[in-house]
């Protein structure tokens, strides 16, 4: 347990920062490691700058000794408490010694050093390291480190290069939230890489003894980002080795300590026969990122947490480019549109809403968000489109140049763009401080030759911000003509007062084709035709405005369906069916395109539009809707699912998974039809996990639960394909007994709660995979994830602070259900043992 929080906790405020009186500029430590007590001797170079006491962090430590310049210091000249060591009056030089103990094998919050599966490791960021311990645990403080690691293991990892056995030095500066260590019985994979600038690096990925057959497609992915990132942004590697540590408790997706990448096992682990194509593709997303941090949050990092965005906003915006080339640009895209809107577009809009960069917060760890990762990666292409590429490519460069080695702001990263570009961006800023979606209101006129487009922008209140200005809004858009020709090329308007007007002369009225490639995070209000949308789907030559014509398609059919019980037409069946059938069309594409808006989505949007979401109605909507299609499409299913058959062995590119994504979404709708007959024996074939896992969650759609105990025999020996098998149960249950089934699953003997993967599986599981069961309207399944968060939240507060956002939507729903799911969150926040859960109940609670 940690700081019991009684009263609400104190928030930190941007407005408030100030560098610390005296820094640290080199770090000496030295680890004894055991389970129950492990040493730590820390050797502090301390150098003051300003006048004032040094207050350094420490947290669940036990003090053994401490001293200064070699001598013990007496106690009158500092104070320890809870989570603070006090130096009253350190002169302007010195060396401070401690020595602290620990023991990671109790530490289940995985923050700090902890064990999993027998080995050690830790997780630093963002206040971490104050577990291991007393420092100036904060990003503006950058050191050099000399690590040395005593313990009778074979393998003892730090950062930077290794200069003899279980001994690191890592000669960048760094701040303690990229410290690693990690030390056990562990096996590599190797290779090598040669940079641009002639260095020889030695590539590791670390796993447990047994896995080292699943390590091959991380290992391929690092070394594509290297190559990617030298050619795309000029950046090299700096160390002699670069070390991946696969590691099975782990709070969230990995960590990128310098030079010790430490992985949840989910993101580096696959073989054709446990993972699936998505599983390959976050394998080679989460290692780019996390290797692209090396400069943009290594090598230049944040000045204090509220800059957060500053690297990983830019390094998801890499990250997302990186895969757009390395996989298909389009298909990439529209899939992250589609968690924008499923993540962060929901956090905007409910009462968790905050800016890219808050201003406020009591818990860092809640500030890992949608709206600091994915619209901090959509501002950054903002900034691209209105500088153009060479602008982009100049405002990175003099970034790097000027502030290699330094902890940054915002305002530090958007000066070099003004300097090298000559561009004013103080209203661009905006995007950084103010929450809330923007809606942008798109009217057409045509008359007398003269086409007009009318466009409005507001951006709704959010906690905190009542009035908001308006924004710089790059809207990429074209037009085409009545027979889908391109009349108008892309453009880039932007827009940047509340209203505007754009005109044209023409011959009729064209097709507007607007946002393409979704050019800025906003909502489009535009009403427009079902049979412009028809035109738009069928001939548009940007990919995203064919994939958002379709998707507006059939939202309108099942917003109607929801609110009139409406029929679903021949027109749109008819377009369904022809993008089904489209050869031409990559298939991947098409299975984007004939998925429907999920639950979520729908109950967002019908929120917006003040209609109070009915989860029951709208996951019976969305079936109708689907079997409609299964019954428009029977005649064409047996030989479109034989055209997506992949033969040869199994290969995670995207051609392949595109294939059999595609295949999956067909099978769903023949088991509406053939009750499982197809599914039954996709599943008895299936040679790879992706066939199996579709094969297995149509089935359970189809209520064919045999199939469980069969995969549950298969791979029960086996930790993520088993997370797998227990999600799949519950978001795939009917939602009459998903609360009920997790219930049971939370009940068996392997069933770990420690285990943030497993939790996530079944928690999750039921609250972001089966809505309608999440929101039962009895309250049973606001109940049991309440229960559940409350008795984590005792352990590890981030995992169960973070899965709390779960309710942020209570708002939207019913009297009934608002009233069971506030008291859900009154219970948690009364329960709370952790400020992270208390902050979190409390904003949400409003
Ligand atoms: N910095 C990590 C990333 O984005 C995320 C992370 C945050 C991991 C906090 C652990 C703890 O790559
Ligand atoms: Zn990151």
Request: some cysteine; glycine content about 6%; aromatic content about 8%.
């Amino acid at each position: 347990m940690r700081d019991a929080a009684p009263t609400a906790p104190q928030p930190k405020y941007l407005a408030d920062y100030a560098p610390p009186p005296v820094t640290v500029t080199h770090v000496d430590l030295h680890f004894r490691l055991d389970p129950l007590a492990t040493r730590i001797r820390a050797r502090l170079t301390c150098e003051r700058r300003e006048p004032g006491e040094m207050v350094l962090d420490g947290e669940q430590l036990k003090l053994i000794s401490i001293a200064m310049d070699g001598a013990a210091l007496d106690p009158s000249r500092y104070t320890l408490t809870d989570t603070a060591l006090t130096l009253h009056d350190a002169p302007d030089r010195f060396i401070l010694e401690t020595e602290a103990e620990i023991a990671p094998e109790t530490n289940k919050a995985l923050e700090g050093l902890y064990m999993s599966g027998g080995m050690y490791c830790t997780q630093c960021e963002a206040e971490g390291f104050r577990r291991i311990t007393w420092m100036l645990d904060r990003p503006d403080v950058m050191a050099t480190y000399d690590v040395e690691i005593e313990a009778d293991l074979p393998v003892r990892l730090s950062n930077g290069d290794e200069v003899a056995p279980g001994k690191w030095h890592d000669p960048w500066l760094k701040p303690t939230y990229l410290f690693a260590l990690v030390a056990g019985n562990l096996v590599a994979t190797s290779d090598r890489f040669t940079t641009v600038e002639g260095r020889e690096v030695a590539l590791n990925v670390w796993v447990r003894p047994g896995d080292e057959g699943r390590t091959g497609y991380a290992l391929d992915a690092l070394k594509r980002s290297m190559l990617w990132d030298e050619r795309v942004y000029g950046r090299a590697y700096d160390l002699s080795v670069f070390n991946i540590v696969a590691v099975d408790d782990f709070n969230m997706g990995a960590m990128e300590n310098k030079g010790l990448n430490i992985f949840n096992s989910r993101y580096v682990l696959a073989s054709p026969e446990t993972a699936t194509d998505s599983d390959y593709a976050n394998i080679e997303r989460i290692v780019a990122h996390e290797y692209f941090h090396n400069w943009t949050g290594n090598r230049i990092t944040c000045r204090d947490w509220f800059q957060l965005c500053l690297k990983e906003g830019l390094t998801v915006f890499r990250d997302q480019q990186f895969m757009q080339d390395e996989r298909s640009a389009a298909v990439q895209r529209i899939g992250d549109v589609l968690t924008l809107r499923a993540r962060q577009f929901r956090e905007d809009a409910g009462p968790l809403a905050h800016p890219v960069r808050p201003e406020s917060f009591v818990e860092i760890n809640n500030f890992y968000t949608a709206t600091v990762y994915e619209k901090g990666a959509e501002v950054i292409g903002m900034l691209r489109r209105l500088v153009g590429p060479e602008g982009y490519a100049a405002g990175c460069a003099l970034y790097f140049e000027r502030h290699d080695g330094e902890a940054c702001t915002i305002e530090d990263w958007l000066d070099c763009f003004a300097e090298a570009t000559g561009r004013d961006l103080s209203q661009f800023k905006l995007w950084y401080s103010q929450a809330g979606t923007p809606v942008v209101t798109v009217r057409e006129d045509f008359k007398n030759g003269r086409y007009r487009i009318d466009l409005k922008q507001e951006t709704p209140q959010t906690p905190d911000q009542p009035n908001k200005a308006p924004l710089v809004i790059p809207l990429a858009f074209g037009l085409l003509g009545r027979d889908g020709r391109e009349i108008q090329a892309t453009r880039i308007h932007a827009l940047d007062t509340a209203t505007d007007r754009l005109e044209f002369d023409l011959d009729e009225k064209p097709i507007l084709s607007m946002l393409r490639g979704f050019s800025a995070p906003v909502i489009l209000q535009h009403d427009q035709t079902d049979a412009d949308r028809l035109i738009l789907l069928a001939h548009d030559t940007d990919p995203f405005i064919r994939w958002e014509a379709g998707r507006m398609l059939s939202k309108s059919r099942l917003m109607a369906a929801v609110t009139d019980g409406a029929g679903f037409d021949a027109g749109w069946l008819d377009a369904l069916h022809r993008l089904a059938t489209d050869e031409a069309a990559d298939p991947a594409f098409r299975a984007l395109a004939l998925a429907l808006p999920s639950e979520d989505d729908l109950a967002g949007s019908l929120h917006a539009a003040s209609v109070v979401p009915d989860p029951d109605r709208i996951h019976a909507a969305r079936k109708s809707a689907q079997r409609a299609i299964a019954d428009r499409l029977a005649d064409d299913l047996p030989a479109l699912r034989a055209a997506m058959a992949v033969p040869g062995p199994y290969d995670p590119r995207a051609a392949d998974a595109g294939k059999r994504a595609l295949g999956a979404t067909l099978l769903r709708l023949q088991t509406l039809r053939d009750g499982g007959d197809a599914a039954r024996a996709a599943y008895a074939a299936a040679d790879n996990m992706t066939d199996r896992m579709a094969a297995f969650t149509c089935l359970l759609e189809a209520r064919d639960t045999s199939v469980a105990a069969a995969f549950e025999q298969d791979w029960k020996h086996d930790r993520l394909v088993m997370d797998k098998w227990f999600m799949a149960q519950v978001a795939h249950a009917d939602p009459s007994e998903a609360v009920a089934q997790a219930e049971a699953l939370t009940q068996r003997a392997d069933f770990d709660a420690s285990n943030p993967n497993r939790f996530r599986a079944v928690l999750g599981g039921l609250s972001a995979g089966n809505p309608a069961g999440f929101h039962r309207a009895d309250g049973a399944g606001y109940a049991l994830l309440a229960d559940w968060l409350i008795t984590l939240d005792a352990s590890n507060p981030q995992t169960a602070a973070r899965m709390s956002a779960a309710f942020e939507t209570w708002r939207r729903y019913d009297a009934d259900r608002q009233t069971l799911m506030r008291a859900a969150l009154e219970r948690m926040r009364d329960a709370a043992s952790s400020r992270d859960l208390r902050e979190m109940t409390d904003r949400m609670l409003g």
